[in-house]
């Protein structure tokens, strides 16, 4: 998707081996408009599948499953990581490891919004360990529904989550894969063909 | 906004004297149509206010916002309530205190994407007691950018916050104002006139 590489390249700001900041459009400001073709190019490379439901993580993913969810016509659920009286006590729960936080959370999603009759796109803003996306494959598991696989906007193709999902059957969508990034050259390489690995 | 109070009549659920669970549509699972005419509805309310950026907290801020954004033109930012290697350093940073989970909080906004040229519009989900609201307000502040008012989705009319908030002489316009809601009788009364406080 080449307006989201565009703006990663210009935007983004690479920190040591694997830390991409993209939070001036993506997960702290939030440039709508570029929101809004992510979520066109998601419910595109999704239309045929029958999805009933979009499935997302608090907060960052929000947005792109947000906008996604509207194109398609469908809900959208996201699993919240902390406890509210907001929340149903009756919950799916997974446990998920953060790397960037070096701690686990848990993540939970009402048992009232996802069932064996659900289709369900996962979305995510990064795919990189794949730890998050696994949380949202357990839940989805436990409720009986099928997945229909996994969009992604940012994927770091040099760490293993996208071959780890992708090998348990998991159909990836990723609509950026950054094959390498340099802070000192302050250089990204993309993969050229972004669903190649599909 | 009769679509909203609609929703909120037939899929709220009251619990006991303060607890309004409207997750089946708003804060948990979302239905991206709604969240669409929310934007639409803020946006039409502020669009004489020259807003250029619109100001949430993660995580159920996220998606009115960015309809509102949308909408508007204009960026969304969203207030941080963890630390993260994602966020800037260098932040305004401001305390909440929960009366939901009965702890504070502290909230971050990078400075790199606010600043004393902007004039911002703030929305949440819920306005009960007005904290949320208030760290926003103050982060807006140390910005030194001009508040143009604040969009809430559902006012607790029986709670201080809006009074608070309107007594600061920010402009409130809230799209469901509730007045009275009662878990025996299943029950819910909205202020007539959605702004007439506003």
Known sequence: MDLLKDRIVSEGRIIGTDILKVDSFLNHQIDPRVMQEIGKAFAEAFSN????KVLTIESSGIAPALSTALCLGVPVIFARKTTSRNLDIDTYISSVHS???GTDYVIRVSKRYLN???VVLLIDDF???GCALQGLIDIVGQSGAKIAGAGIVIEKGF???GALIRGMGIRVHSLAIVNEMSEKENQITFKDEDNSQE
């Open 99 to 101: 790397f960037t936080k």
């Open 159 to 161: 760490q293993e989550g």
């Open 127 to 129: 795919l990189a360990k």
């Open 49 to 52: 599948e029958g999805i009933t």
């Open 116 to 118: 064996d009759k659900d």
